[in-house]
């Protein structure tokens, strides 16, 4: 299966996003997403990264692009002044995942988050070789591994029902970026490498 | 530094006989403006940049001329063939606005009315003034609208101010360094370095011309100070640390850590060719500087004056504390509630608020980058 971009992740978010709406990518990298989206669905979008070097790719895509730390909340924005705040692979790398997550959707009347699943089969098998998992979603070694936080489905939407949180839709993918279908709540938490989330809150 | 300099270039000067009436309910009944042009303004006349100076800049931003090789333009770093602000593309303006003291009338300049220098009789101007100076130099390039306005700090402020006050006459503002307006802090600065000057007893209440005097002592002091807060803690700690001139104490007051030995020698150099009446008038500029005033304060209600298709490039660097990021970042946060095209970059630089003019880089990449964009 090809995808867009490389990412199949990509593929799943664009199909959310309609035409003309707002949106925020957290973690942005090099734009190619936002890109993507203004190019094929004519998205009003902005980003927000940390890195100097994305910063310059993403100004070099032409995006709009503002630096900072997700970290720190996300006080230029105003309040639901998104469509969609899309933060994707990104979600494992901070470290205040609540607050990340309220700040998501207080400027955006939705969220769209996507991480690699700690509890994918093939990672669980690598913990028992007794090695930390290196695979297509994590695809760092543990010393040089920006992820700081380790979870997995079942992890997330616990997170998310004690949150408050209402998953509007989830997609979940093997490492080769096919959908996980026709299995139940404790196979997709075995056989997802990564998944993908559509969450908003009740107001 | 990646790219060429503009090479030999030569000012320009352009005569205004329609007033300009000031801010300050003055008015320039007549005015000189001199500036300088780098590469060719393209036919359609749609690749022009606007480069604003600073609170000690002028027309000569980029080159050098023929008879003085080592006069070299204040930021000649970011200007000429393969430089982020490209000469191969772009047709680059600077200009020395009014109260200055390079060339175009200021306070030094003689006044029709009296036959003498203006001197304290000169009106106070704004930023909105020389927004409005700088369009009717455009009119006279035959430049509808900007491919782009630049500058840092005070410079950043006329870019800002042009977006709202000439919405359709720039496509891109790029602001650097700068802020929606000045904090009591930095006015408290300013007041000092003005105090410095006023109080000096050559100042002879700005007409120091007639007694064949300047403040000197004043001028050197205010700039010493501005120095100070250009400059990163950091910086001058790597740069002269407690270095001793003479390698121990003196016990007395002369000039003894280097620092001193420094900031003298920037002092006694800025106040050498500085005219101390423009040093006043541009504090002034940037203490009254404030787009917002008029909305209540609402600074997102004044940038929506701004075309909706008018990108922005805000940048700010890490160790400015004279104009922080965080100042940066409400002209962001204003631009962003207005929907507009915006990008901004912190830049990690270590040079404090003059960080602005040095070359770096990821800085000039990302201005290059930006300015790469701009279709014509």
Known sequence: MTHTLGRPDFDIISAWIEPGHRVLDLGCGDGTLLKHLIDTRGVRGVGVEIDDANILAAITNGINVLQGNLEKGLDEFADQSFDHVVLSRTLQTVRHTEGVLREMLRVGREAVVSFPNFAYWKNLRSVLDGRMPVSEDLPYQWYDSPNVRFFTLLDFEALCTRMGLIIRERHVLDEGGNMVENADERELNF?????????TQAR | MPGQSVGVVTSQRAHFDQPLHLRSGGVLPAYDLVYETYGTLNTAKSNAILVCHALSGHHHVAGHYADAPNNIGWWDNII?????????????????????????TGPSSINPATGKPWGADFPIVAVSDWVEAQARLADRLGIDAWAAIIGGSLGGMQAMRWTISQPERVRNAIIIASAPKLSAQNIAFN????????????????NYYEHNTRPVRGLRLARMLGHITYLSDDQMGEKFGRELRNGSFGFDFDVEFEVESYLRYQGDKFAGYFDANTYLLMTKA???????????????????????????????FTTDWRFTPARSKEIVAALLACNRNVSYAEIDLNFGHD???????????????????IKL
């Open chain 2, 355 to 373: 960080s602005f003019l040095m070359d770096d880089a990821h800085y000039h990449g990302v201005v290059a980058a930006y300015l790469r964009n």
């Open chain 1, 191 to 199: 056989l997802g490498s990564l998944a993908v989330y559509r969450l």
């Open chain 2, 80 to 104: 000429g063939p393969g430089r982020p602000l490209d000469t191969d593309k772009f047709f680059i303006v600077g200009l020395n606005n009014p109260g200055g003291c390079h060339g175009s």
């Open chain 2, 191 to 206: 007041d000092v370095a003005r105090q410095a000057i006023l109080t000096d007893p050559d100042f002879h209440g700005g």
């Open chain 2, 286 to 316: 940037l203490d009254y500087f404030d787009p917002a005033r008029l909305d209540g304060g609402d600074l997102t209600k004044a940038m929506a004056r701004s075309n909706p298709n008018t990108g922005f490039l805000i940048a700010s």
